[in-house]
């Protein structure tokens, strides 16, 4: 699972290492949230091929999934792009998908984030319903306060395989294996450049701050960051039996 890819520099170094990482690794499938891939607000039909191209499989999101206008009849296509599931029905995409023996969901939190259906809940409606629930289930909880995703880790402990948090761009050292076999982890963290904030350039956040004025904000350029995280996960039982960062920089 591949922390939020953020604008040019994000997708540069994710087209530099992940083929690498692949084979050094042996991943068999890769996740990643993809939806400040472009310009570092939303996601574009050219930023996704992009990442589909470069050895993603799916490509997860959140809340800014709608900032591309372009790619949002296109959730209703065959492409393997996630929305979070928790939206109010009549929303366009799907938050699930199936691929190959693997369950990948995507949910978003409350907490600081909106006014949407409670995850729990919307978690525990998709599991109840699905006549072949696949053995392996991986969740990407795009979610801002560490608390709800802790939560949500211990309500899906046995349920699902690994529930991995997104979309503070701060990877987080917590990284375990929940009692019943959950992998988990609070933030993946980013891939975009490393000296920012979370992403942005670093005087226009600053300037956003200090004078509390609508600026601008860019993506910042330079040295890149690559945050990851490798789970293991018994193909018969659904269990993880594994779980570790995989974090790298690039000049």
């Given amino acids: 699972m591949i922390g939020d ?8 170094i994710l087209k530099e290492l992940l083929p690498c990482v692949r ?11 993809g939806e400040n891939a472009a310009g ?3 996601l574009t039909l050219a930023t996704a091929d992009e990442l589909l191209s470069w050895g993603v499989d799916v490509i997860t999101s959140g809340n800014h999934i709608w900032d591309q206008k372009g790619i949002v009849p296109l959730l209703d296509s065959a492409l393997p792009i996630l929305r979070p599931l928790n939206y109010p029905p009549g929303v366009p995409g799907r938050g699930y998908l199936k691929k190959d023996n693997i369950l ?4 978003i939190g409350r907490v600081f984030m909106g006014n949407f259906d409670c995850p729990f809940r919307a978690a525990d409606q998709l599991l109840n319903s ?3 629930v696949a053995p392996i289930v991986v969740v990407d909880f795009h979610a801002e306060a560490t608390s709800e995703k802790a939560a949500l880790g211990w309500y899906l402990d046995g349920r699902a395989s690994a529930v991995l ?10 990284t375990r294996i929940l009692p019943k076999g959950t992998a988990y982890v609070t933030d993946v963290g980013m891939t975009a450049a490393w000296d920012s904030v979370i992403g942005d350039a670093v005087q226009n956040v600053l300037t956003r701050f200090m004078t509390q004025m609508p600026v601008h904000l860019d993506v910042a350029t330079g ?4 945050n990851s995280v490798l789970v293991e996960i018994d193909e018969s039982s ?14």
């Fill in 23 to 33: 084979r050094e690794y042996g991943v068999d499938l890769v996740i990643a949230n």
């Fill in 165 to 174: 948090g997104t979309h503070t761009h701060v990877g987080t050292v917590d």
């Fill in 104 to 107: 990948i969901v995507n949910l």
């Fill in 238 to 251: 659904g269990k993880a039996t594994g779980i570790a960062r995989i974090d790298k920089q690039l000049d």
């Fill in 40 to 42: 570092g607000r939303g």
């Fill in 130 to 132: 699905l006549t072949d």
């Fill in 5 to 12: 890819v953020v604008g040019r520099p994000g997708r540069q």
């Fill in 223 to 226: 040295r890149m960051v690559f």
